[in-house]
């Protein structure tokens, strides 16, 4: 079954997109928790369309999925489910864009944050959230942690500066929440549903 699930994955996906080596996949079998079990197998996504064809391929396989940034998590999230396939998203790494009028960024899941916090600042400008593991940690991770460091007492947590988010759905379908004005607040608030929900819900692939 997951051979065959493989072989349809390696149809829409360069094949060095795909890990399946012993050694590779001990790399990622666990997380700063130390917590272990190993994948089926990693893919490292560098669109959104490889993202989400992959995504449907697991909802036809039922093949369970774990979505890993850096793997700094004390939670045990990025630990992979029993036969999962693992997302990394240390591929998606841009910081699109920096709006300096409206104070925005849109950037890729895998942005490292203390990259987010050295750009901005280049511009003069500051973004606070500062968990310890800045400097290895992914922006998507800090979201579906919620992380925050030192800063937090007086600036608040990531989900105080998380305005809206495209999510892929298990189904493969893309949601946009959020928006990129404060005066956004009819409707259910998925945004803030999404942040530090670990990857239980849908896969972050842009902030
Ligand atoms: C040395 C150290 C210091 C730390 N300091 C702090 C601190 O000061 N404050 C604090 O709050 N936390 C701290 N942490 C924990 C913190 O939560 C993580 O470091 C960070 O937020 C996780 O980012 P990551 O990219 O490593 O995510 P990972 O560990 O890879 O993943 C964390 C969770 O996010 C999910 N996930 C990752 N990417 C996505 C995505 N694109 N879409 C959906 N789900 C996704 C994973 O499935 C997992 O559930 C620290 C950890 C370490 C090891």
Same mark, same amino acid.
């Given at each position: 079954m997951f051979e065959k699930f493989i072989n349809e994955v390696e149809k829409v996906i360069d094949s060095k997109q795909l890990l399946t080596s012993k050694e590779a996949l001990l790399a990622y079998s666990l997380d700063a928790t130390r917590l272990k079990s190993m994948p089926k197998a990693v893919f490292l996504p560098e669109t959104s369309k490889q993202l989400r064809d992959v995504i449907r391929l697991c909802n036809e396989f039922s093949i369970s999925v774990t979505p890993r940034g850096s793997g700094t998590g004390l939670s045990g999230g990025a630990v992979p489910a029993k036969g999962s396939l693992?997302?990394?998203?240390?591929?998606?790494?841009?910081? @699109? +864009?920096? #709006? %300096?009028? +409206?104070?925005?960024?849109?950037?890729?899941? =895998?942005?490292? %944050?203390? +990259?987010?916090?050295? !750009?901005?600042? #280049?511009?003069?400008?500051?973004y606070p959230p500062d968990p310890s593991s800045a400097a290895v940690s992914t922006i998507g991770g800090n979201i579906a942690e919620g992380a925050g460091g030192p800063k937090a007492l007086k600036y608040g947590v990531t989900r105080d500066y998380v305005m809206g988010l495209e999510i892929v759905l298990? #189904? =493969?379908? @893309?949601?946009? %929440?959020?928006?990129? %004005?404060?005066? +956004?607040?009819? =409707?259910?608030? @998925?945004?803030?549903?999404?942040?530090?929900? !670990?990857?239980?819900? =849908? @896969?972050?692939?842009?902030?």
């Open positions: 693992v997302i990394s998203f240390s591929r998606m790494n841009s910081i @699109l +864009n920096i #709006d %300096t009028i +409206n104070l925005i960024a849109e950037v890729e899941p =895998g942005v490292i %944050t203390a +990259n987010l916090q050295e !750009e901005v600042s #280049d511009q003069s400008l500051f298990p #189904d =493969g379908s @893309l949601i946009r %929440t959020g928006g990129s %004005t404060y005066k +956004n607040v009819s =409707g259910y608030d @998925l945004t803030r549903l999404m942040t530090a929900s !670990e990857g239980s819900l =849908g @896969l972050i692939m842009k902030a």
